[in-house]
């Protein structure tokens, strides 16, 4: 075998860091009227950066005529392709997603795990509950969406989703109060000032919801959602390709079996 000739830029790319996807997250809380508008937009923000991006909803079980997340994580869901989606992909990931929690509270791969499911993309956007979400980003430096508009339930689910995000993943959301969705009940101020008011009051912790209004007409995203586009960039976390290491460790194991006493 011929060695490779030595060039110029043989000692740089021994420094090169190889290209991962990265993941961040979108809480929902039941507020679809903040989240899903929001969620669209900052999709497309990110794919006008330059990014491909796929979304693992987990509002969504996967089913064998719907297949996602879970069928990836078992190697039996054929190579994807984005067709003529507008730059990014959603899948249905809610069993998938409870995998992963279930899986490294055992000791095995974590989500962090999985970037070798994503080859194409640059994000991974992880759209699901606060107790979903918990496992899967305890400590890191992710800083999920909470989006937030003036109905009159969100003020409840995004405290509690706030709480949760707070005291058991260790993770501080940024808060987004959606100007333009459907309010049919409260106007969106006196929302996300409650939320502040509770946050300061039972959780001793200071919210400054960011305000970023919907684009209207024919427009997809603008300054607002782009600046929140590039904070999430800044926090989410790489996904490393351990996860078929983990499988082949975990299949080896189960056939490893010990050998009975007196047999030869």
Same mark, same amino acid.
């Given at each position: $075998?011929?060695?490779?000739?030595?060039?110029?830029?043989?000692?740089?790319?021994?420094?090169?860091?190889?290209?991962?996807?990265?993941?961040?997250? $979108?809480?929902?809380?039941?507020?679809?009227?903040?989240?899903?508008?929001?969620?669209? /937009?900052?999709?497309?923000?990110?794919?006008?950066?330059?990014? $491909?991006?796929?979304?693992?909803?987990?509002?969504?079980?996967?089913?064998?005529?719907?297949?996602?997340?879970?069928?990836?994580?078992?190697?039996?869901?054929?190579?994807?392709?984005?067709?003529?989606?507008?730059?990014?992909?959603?899948?249905?990931?809610?069993?998938?997603?409870? +995998?992963?929690?279930?899986?490294?509270?055992?000791?095995?791969?974590?989500?962090?795990?999985?970037?070798?499911?994503?080859?194409?993309?640059?994000?991974?956007?992880?759209?699901?509950?606060?107790?979903?979400?918990?496992?899967?980003?305890?400590?890191? /430096?992710?800083?999920?969406?909470?989006?937030?508009?003036?109905?009159?339930?969100?003020?409840?689910? +995004?405290?509690?989703?706030?709480?949760?995000?707070?005291?058991?993943?260790?993770?501080?959301?940024?808060?987004?109060?959606?100007?333009?969705?459907?309010?049919?009940?409260?106007?969106?101020?006196?929302?996300?000032?409650?939320?502040?008011?509770?946050?300061?009051?039972?959780?001793?912790?200071?919210?400054?919801?960011?305000?970023?209004?919907?684009?209207?007409?024919?427009?997809?995203?603008?300054?607002?959602?782009?600046?929140?586009?590039?904070?999430?960039?800044?926090?989410?976390?790489?996904?490393?390709?351990?996860?078929?290491?983990?499988?082949?460790?975990?299949?080896?194991?189960?056939?490893?079996?010990?050998?009975?006493?007196?047999?030869?």
């Amino acid at each position: $075998m011929l060695d490779a000739p030595p060039n110029q830029a043989a000692g740089l790319l021994d420094f090169a860091v190889p290209q991962t996807p990265r993941l961040t997250a $979108m809480v929902s809380h039941g507020d679809e009227n903040a989240e899903l508008p929001l969620l669209l /937009r900052v999709c497309a923000a990110l794919v006008g950066f330059g990014y $491909m991006v796929t979304v693992l909803d987990g509002s969504v079980l996967e089913t064998s005529e719907n297949p996602g997340l879970e069928q990836l994580l078992n190697f039996a869901l054929p190579s994807r392709d984005h067709g003529d989606a507008p730059g990014w992909n959603i899948m249905p990931a809610g069993l998938g997603l409870q +995998s992963l929690s279930a899986a490294h509270e055992h000791g095995g791969p974590s989500i962090a795990d999985c970037g070798s499911f994503f080859p194409n993309e640059g994000i991974v956007i992880a759209y699901a509950s606060a107790q979903c979400l918990t496992p899967l980003l305890q400590g890191s /430096r992710v800083r999920p969406l909470l989006p937030i508009s003036g109905a009159k339930t969100s003020l409840l689910t +995004s405290y509690l989703a706030l709480k949760r995000l707070l005291l058991k993943a260790k993770v501080e959301p940024t808060v987004v109060n959606v100007v333009g969705a459907e309010q049919p009940e409260l106007p969106g101020p006196a929302s996300w000032t409650s939320l502040s008011d509770c946050a300061k009051f039972f959780l001793n912790y200071e919210v400054t919801p960011l305000q970023i209004p919907l684009p209207s007409g024919n427009e997809r995203y603008n300054a607002g959602i782009s600046r929140l586009s590039l904070g999430l960039l800044e926090t989410a976390m790489p996904l490393e390709s351990g996860w078929a290491h983990h499988a082949s460790q975990r299949n080896r194991q189960s056939f490893s079996m010990p050998m009975a006493a007196g047999s030869h």
